[in-house]
């Protein structure tokens, strides 16, 4: 007997994009979290005097390390991605001092989004916190460089399915069955390209099985793309990107001159109707 190897087109999700200019909202922050709008884009959400500081600090970090998750680029922090939480809090424990040096005598944007949003949960009975477990506890973000060139310097991917089969031992996995949402902060950006690519699919575990990411979400095939209808947010530095990371999305390729992209990401989402959690 044969089995169909062709899989149905991708199911088109609508998509909700809310746009602002120089002021945060924690509200619209909600609403992300809460799957009642796909997308933020806050531009000059942070001074590029700020934006510039943090990216001298990431460029001469001593907790810079290079990329080995298949993605070119170089990373300052912790991440989850194909680790058990021993090693992924153990890792967030080295890192927390070379994360924190990166807004060194700054006021750190991430850090105020954090807290002014933990304010505002508190006031309708919800608790937002670090993931943590026995082993230690998740750092506010992460920051990442990218050097990759072509089509896209990150492929697309989704966020869901790395947080699903990320283990028991992760409390952070619960967060699977609700929004998992994919904070981005940029201090850098190039003069073309870089930019965040959203497409209207939000993928199921069984479109996953079709394209082979069933466990890590990554990456999906231009072919499996095709014809789906996708939006490319031009990202500037010192602007915030948020976006419901269910939904397949990438990097667009760059420029090879001028400035390197630099993200701070973090990921947030309900664990339960009480609590949020926030990792990298």
Same mark, same amino acid.
């Given at each position: ?13 609508? /998509? #909700? ?23 933020? %884009?806050?531009?000059?959400?942070? *001074? &590029? ?25 170089? @990373? ?44 505002? !949960? ?8 670090? #993931? ?11 920051? !990442?460089?990218? *050097? ?8 697309? %991917? ?5 947080? !699903? ?20 902060? @940029? ?18 575990? &069984? ?8 466990? &890590? ?31 397949? %999305?990438? /990097? ?11 993200? !701070? ?14 990792? &990298?």
């Amino acid at each position: 007997m044969e089995t169909n190897q062709v899989s149905q087109a991708p199911a088109t999700s609508p /998509v #909700a994009i809310r746009e602002r200019t120089g002021s945060i909202s924690t509200a619209d922050i909600i609403s992300v979290l809460k799957g009642e709008i796909t997308a933020l %884009h806050i531009r000059q959400a942070f *001074s &590029t005097e700020i934006a510039e500081e943090i990216t001298a600090n990431f460029s001469g970090s001593p907790g810079l390390k290079e990329r080995k998750d298949g993605v070119p680029g170089q @990373y300052v922090g912790a991440s989850h991605y194909r680790k058990d939480a021993a090693t992924y809090f153990a890792e967030a424990e080295t890192a927390r001092p070379y994360v924190d040096a990166l807004f060194e005598n700054l006021v750190d944007p991430v850090r105020a989004l954090f807290d002014a949003l933990k304010r505002d !949960l508190r006031k309708q009975g919800i608790e937002l916190r670090l #993931a943590r477990s026995e082993h230690g506890q998740a750092n506010v973000c992460r920051a !990442l460089s990218w *050097s990759g060139s072509g089509t896209f310097s990150l492929d697309p %991917h989704d966020d869901v399915a790395q947080v !699903l089969c990320a283990g028991n031992d992760y409390e952070l996995s619960a967060v699977a069955h609700n929004t998992v949402a994919a904070l981005n902060f @940029y201090p850098s950006m190039p003069e073309e390209g870089g930019n965040l690519r959203l497409w209207s699919h939000k993928p199921t575990v &069984t479109d996953r099985k079709s394209q082979g990411v069933e466990t &890590t979400g990554y990456p999906y095939s231009a072919a499996y793309l095709e014809g789906v209808p996708c939006r490319d947010f031009q990202l500037r530095a010192g602007d915030i990107g948020l976006i419901d990371g269910g939904f397949v %999305h990438g /990097v667009t390729g760059q420029s090879g001159n001028g400035k390197r992209r630099l993200v !701070l990401n973090s990921f947030f989402g309900f664990a339960r109707p009480d609590l949020v959690l926030w990792w &990298t």
